[in-house]
């Protein structure tokens, strides 16, 4: 007897072109080679890898360079093929790739910082190699001379670095939560602000230069867009992931941003859509909406001879509220909340189903991801895992 034939659904989703394996330890950070088929990678197993992909359709190492110390984190630039590696023991190596990405041949060496180098970025329109290190060192050098031309030390270990090479500014990201603006001339910064949104650790940053907004990516399982050039300097808290956010990556022509979590959580953002920001939250003694105290406003317990109530908060409303007049949840997609979050009784009804209309899709990667890149050319995605696997996306499905 024939099964009966149910029709799919039709569900958009990234789609696994490739799992590149073969590393003995975590790949800390890999990049899809433009125009290419293939991938560079650094890996705690101080092995720098350049995969090509074979007639038998795998990616094969075509360069294997063992490192003196495990590497832990790289910047490539495809115009110049240049190759700069970050390293456990504080250097930054400089290489150069052949245009057939069979060889690569040293440059030099930057004694750039005390200990492990967490972040690299080169910028080829200033000649300038920016990092920063678990010494607390935020550096850049001259990827000239190899000179190193100023420092600032930042109040935690940075783990998110982004640079706008038209005003010159540097965003770090550091573990204490915070990020710092600083702004670079030839041989010195100045200190334009610091702020601080994230309950957890900063984990990844992301610059879009375009529309002048800086995203950061926290352990706090929650990613802040904050928006740097525009007036209203507005901070939006996007809520989408069950996990620390690991990385994160701006398309740019969809306007689109990709969040991964340490849950192998793959979200995007349609960032097209006007969000607002969260309420503060409100202080009260007593229930905004029934007036029955709160646990802690002992005299008018006392006077009204009533049990305090916990005091809760509404997340659309702002407004201090008990239990039992927050029975509800809900998702606030347009203040972020992709998740069913508290909200107040009288809210709930308030809010409508088009409100309640997701404005993130959401995709499991199947393994812890450490960090991401996106080749917009071509739409596909680079995920690094826990697992030691590279996985290569096709996202035109779903970034689009
Ligand atoms: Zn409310
Ligand atoms: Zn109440």
Wanted: proline content about 4%; charged content about 20%.
């Amino acid at each position: 007897m024939a099964a009966e034939i149910q029709p799919k659904p039709l569900t958009r989703k990234p789609i696994l072109l490739q799992r590149v394996e073969g590393s003995q330890e975590v790949v800390n950070m890999a990049v899809i080679v433009p125009k290419e088929e293939g991938v560079i990678s650094v890996s705690e197993d101080r092995t720098v890898r350049v995969w090509l992909k074979r007639d038998s359709g795998q990616y094969w190492p075509s360069i294997y360079q063992v490192m003196p110390s495990p590497c832990s984190c790289m910047s490539f630039n495809p115009e110049t093929r240049r190759l700069s590696i970050g390293l456990d023991n504080g250097t930054i190596s400089e290489f150069i790739l052949s245009e057939d990405y069979n060889k690569m041949t040293p440059v030099k060496n930057y004694q750039a910082h005390q200990s492990r180098v967490t972040m690299i970025l080169f910028v080829l329109e200033l000649e300038w190699v920016l990092s920063t290190g678990q010494d607390k060192q935020f550096a850049w050098h001259c990827s000239e001379s190899g000179q190193r031309l100023g420092g600032y030390r930042t109040s935690a270990v940075a783990s998110g670095l982004q640079f706008d090479v038209e005003t010159r500014h540097v965003f770090i990201g550091d573990q204490s939560g915070q990020v710092t603006i600083l702004k670079l001339e030839q041989d010195s910064c100045t200190l334009v602000t610091t702020f601080r949104g994230h309950t957890g650790g900063v984990t990844a940053l992301c610059w879009d230069p375009v529309q002048r907004v800086l995203f950061s990516g926290s352990s706090d399982h929650s990613v802040i867009m904050w928006d740097i050039g525009g007036r209203k300097g507005t901070a939006i808290e996007l809520q989408g992931h069950n996990d620390k956010v690991q990385a994160l990556s701006y398309a740019q022509h969809t306007r689109q941003l990709i969040s991964c979590g340490g849950d192998g959580g793959i979200v995007v953002w349609n960032m097209d859509v006007e969000r607002q920001e969260t309420p503060e939250w409100l202080d009260s003694d007593s229930c905004q909406k029934c007036n029955q105290p709160f646990f802690w406003n002992f005299k008018q317990m006392w006077d009204n001879k009533k049990i305090g109530l916990r005091q809760h908060h509404c997340r659309k409303c702002g407004k201090a509220v008990c239990g039992k007049c927050s029975s509800k949840r809900s998702s606030i997609p347009l203040m972020g909340f992709e998740f069913e979050v508290r909200v107040c009784d009288s809210c709930h009804e308030a809010i409508t189903d088009e409100e309640r209309a997701p404005t993130a899709t959401f995709h499991d990667s199947k393994h812890n991801i450490v960090h991401v890149h996106f080749d917009a050319t071509r739409g596909w995605l680079l995920t690094s895992g826990t697992d030691k696997v590279i996985k290569l996306w096709d996202m035109t499905p779903v970034v689009s």
